[in-house]
């Protein structure tokens, strides 16, 4: 058993009380006495990584647990062995933890399929369930659709003694897959699907990850779920609103086998605007080769994002910002953006980079001369102090921060102006080498030895301040920029035959060979900095030790601001 139990961490808040339909659902319980403390748990199926839309679930599971001074425990709902693997169930640990957050107790669907087996008869011996021989076609059809009844099943009036002996053959293993179900006795003619006769148990002969052969019949998730969260005495089942035409069901099945009855309540699924978030989506998206993997930095899973450069804490801070609603919403992604790019303004260190560099010589600067720039590491946070940046003849600045005709409002370098380069000098482009099909190769500048620092003794003003890098200091880095995955805001109202693929972004990946300043030698993977004037960055695994990869985790542009003043 890798059953374990930990103390929750997280202390309880001590900001203002939030509001919302589900706190207020769970005060109201409180006060009326229904329950007399709060449990949740966050049910993840281990057939896949968790995404952005589990960070949604985990902060309304985990925060609102804490927020009530309860707990919160992590259930897989390991009910399906044919989709579900070890694998999966590991990374999901290990992604709740990164993500901050820590659990109650631990447990697994399957630790509970004695106990589940026992509810089953339970209901079979009150005449409430029956082995039914429909095949998975005709049970279909028996259903009926939204517009028409179902059917009632012709062994649907089995005696208690056939039920019992059949199930008990059933878990044996007499029976070939698909051959019966043990089937709830509700109603085939309810408007709700869900009651009409719903599968509690179908044979599968695929091992499990965790029980082996020792089943050979699984409950489904309608009847897993609401009696695991009865046995761990879970006060608010919290989920998402697909669930919302299960509650019926949910809730007869606790009625019927008179256990502890916990209360579901649905909350809107997270939908990110240029993103999918489908464990089916997604899983083609790597089989398919449209990634390079579950942890691709342009991938929505929790991986992907910290690969990307997202931190757990503005994860949470974007959780908490989009709340928690009832209905369906898009969520615009830039306010995901825009959380990471607020955190690492206050904490990322700033250093020069160059993408696209364009060789710059400084002719009057003494060749073999090299001068060491105090440069300030984060002008948001003195703490962070400075560091030395070197100087010397031969430079290399952005090509976009070049023009030789320039427009009206391009006040960066052009032939004959002055610029002023970041903790450095003015400078003045003098000359402009181009090679033989007509490409600017090469500036030659002059320089202002007065102008040390960034300012003019004479007052004389420059329009623009440009990073740059020295050639002879500079580190060669590779840099991986990114858009979105996919080029259509919402993908979660394809039209019918549409495919998801077919809005792939060819362009979500760039990969540029570039230079920044020597101060980031040696990073390790997982550093963040701010590229002045480009984009916050982090160090990416696939760095060695010659060579530096960084992730553009976003760029300084903010969408968000500019869509909030808008909404203004
Ligand atoms: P997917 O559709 O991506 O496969 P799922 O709902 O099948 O997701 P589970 O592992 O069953 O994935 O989900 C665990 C919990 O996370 C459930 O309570 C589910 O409601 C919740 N959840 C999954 N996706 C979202 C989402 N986009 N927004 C909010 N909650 C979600
Ligand atoms: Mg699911």
Redo the contacts with the bound molecule.
């Keep these: 058993m890798t059953t374990e139990t930990t103390s929750a961490t997280l202390k309880p808040e001590t900001k203002p009380e939030k509001s919302d339909f589900i706190r207020t659902a769970i005060r109201d319980d409180l006060a009326s006495g229904r329950y007399t403390y709060v449990r949740t748990r966050?049910?993840?199926?281990p057939?896949?990584y968790l995404?952005i839309?589990?960070a949604?679930?985990m902060y309304v599971d985990f925060e609102i647990a804490r927020e009530f001074g309860g707990t919160c425990n992590l259930r897989f709902?390991d009910t399906n062995p044919v989709k579900e693997e070890q694998e999966y169930v590991d990374a999901i640990i290990e992604d709740v933890r990164w993500l901050g957050y820590e659990w109650d107790g631990l447990y697994f669907a399957s630790d509970y399929f004695e106990q589940l087996y026992e509810f089953a008869v339970k209901l079979i011996k009150k005449g409430k369930a029956y082995v039914c021989d429909l095949s998975p076609e005709e049970l279909r059809e028996y259903r009926g659709t939204l517009t028409t009844p179902g059917r009632e099943s012709p062994w649907r009036n089995r005696s208690v003694e056939e039920n019992l002996e059949l199930f008990e053959r059933m878990r044996r293993g007499e029976f070939p897959e698909g051959s019966r179900t043990l089937r709830a006795k509700i109603d085939m003619a309810s408007g709700n699907i869900n009651l009409r006769d719903p599968v509690m148990y179908r044979i599968l002969y695929t091992p499990h990850h965790r029980t082996g052969t020792k089943w050979c019949i699984y409950p489904t998730y309608d009847f897993a779920h609401g009696q695991c969260d009865s046995i761990e005495g879970i006060t608010h089942s919290l989920?998402?609103l697909e669930?919302e035409d299960h509650r019926p069901l949910y809730e007869w099945f606790l009625r019927e086998l008179e256990i502890f009855e916990p209360r579901q309540i649905e909350f809107a699924?997270?939908?990110l605007s240029y993103t999918v978030?489908?464990?089916?989506k997604l899983i083609q998206l790597v089989q398919g080769g449209y990634v390079r993997g579950w942890d691709d930095p342009r991938m929505p899973t929790l991986r992907g994002l910290r690969r990307r450069g997202y931190t757990p804490s503005a994860i949470r801070d974007f959780c908490a910002r989009i709340g928690i609603a009832k209905a369906d919403s898009l969520v615009d992604i830039a306010l995901l953006e825009h959380c990471l790019r607020e955190e690492l303004n206050k904490t990322a260190p700033r250093v020069m980079a160059v993408l696209r560099p364009l060789r710059v010589v400084i002719e009057n600067y003494p060749e073999g001369q090299v001068e060491w720039l105090e440069a300030i590491n984060n002008p948001e946070d003195p703490s962070a102090g400075t560091r030395q940046v070197p100087f010397s003849r031969v430079l290399y600045i952005e090509q976009e921060d070049f023009m030789e005709n320039p427009p009206p409002k391009f006040y960066r370098l052009a032939p004959g102006r002055e610029v002023r380069l970041r903790y450095g000098y003015f400078i003045k482009c003098e000359e402009v080498v181009k090679d033989a099909e007509g490409n600017v190769v090469e500036l030659r500048c002059t320089y202002d030895p007065a102008t040390r620092g960034g300012n003019a003794p004479d007052g004389r003003k420059v329009k623009a301040t440009i990073h740059w890098v020295s050639a002879a200091h500079a580190l060669p880095i590779e840099v991986r920029l990114y858009n979105h995955l996919f080029t259509r805001a919402n993908m979660e109202d394809l039209e019918e035959g549409e495919n998801f693929l077919d809005y792939l972004n060819p362009n979500s990946l760039e990969v540029v060979q570039a230079y920044a300043e020597p101060s980031v030698a040696g990073a390790p993977v997982g550093k963040h900095y701010q590229f002045e004037r480009l984009g916050y960055f982090v160090v990416d695994p696939d760095s060695t030790p010659e060579k530096l990869v960084f992730n553009r985790a976003v760029t300084l542009k903010d969408e968000w601001a500019k869509i909030k003043q808008q909404m203004e």
Excluded at 42 to 45: D, K, V
Excluded at 277 to 280: A, F, I, N
């Design positions: 966050f049910p993840p199926e057939n896949g995404h839309g589990h949604k679930a709902d989920c998402s669930y699924r997270l939908k978030l489908s464990k089916r």
